[in-house]
């Protein structure tokens, strides 16, 4: 530790591999690039929700105030959830700890309650004549939005279930 009392950052080690001797370990953004598909995914939904795509009337006409309501004030959350999970992977990060990529969950879990708004609302548009028209592809984007962002949460949080999915484009794979 230098004499002002801060940690040593350049010989502390990083994710867990201790430096050469002499040289500066090179770091590994591994774990931030892992996150990078979450927070597009997230993005991607959020600006589903916020406007209409394609010229079409949006997906959510014909919500009840309450439920946009609650749409509203649960997706006010994700970014904070987000930013306090990236902190607290740079805190880690920096530090040399382990990261907990469990709390990757917690954007998970931030993102379920609108989509089971947006699920009920659908449910309740495909029983009368919906003037938008587009219920069931909407309901289809957010399916396989839905799928694609839960992989990406378990990728980060649990790497071994990449293998036994098989990577990308192979016979395996759910892309």
Not at 6 to 15: H, I, K
Not at 60 to 70: E, V, W
Not at 80 to 87: A, N, Y
Request: charged fraction near 25%; charge should be positive; hydrophobic fraction near 35%.
């Amino acid at each position: 530790m230098p004499s002002d009392g801060s940690p040593d950052r350049g010989t502390a080690p990083v994710c867990g591999r201790a430096p050469a001797h002499g040289h500066h370990p090179t770091p590994d953004f591994q774990p931030f690039q892992d996150m990078i598909p979450v927070i597009k995914l997230t993005r991607v939904f959020l600006n589903k929700l916020s406007r209409p795509t394609n010229n079409k009337p949006h997906p959510l006409l014909g919500m009840s105030p309450d439920n946009l309501l609650a749409i509203i004030r649960s997706t006010v959350r994700v970014a904070g959830k987000i930013e306090k999970f990236l902190h607290r992977m740079e805190d880690d990060h920096a530090r040399g700890a382990r990261i907990d990529f469990e709390k990757v969950y917690d954007i998970l879990d931030t993102i379920q309650r609108p989509i089971r708004i947006l699920e009920a609302h659908f449910s309740q548009t495909e029983n009368r004549q919906s003037p938008q028209g587009s219920t069931p592809k909407y309901r289809e984007w957010l399916r396989v939005w839905d799928a694609h962002f839960c992989r990406s949460g378990c990728r980060i949080s649990m790497p071994e279930l990449q293998t036994m999915l098989g990577e990308p484009g192979s016979k395996f794979s759910f892309n």
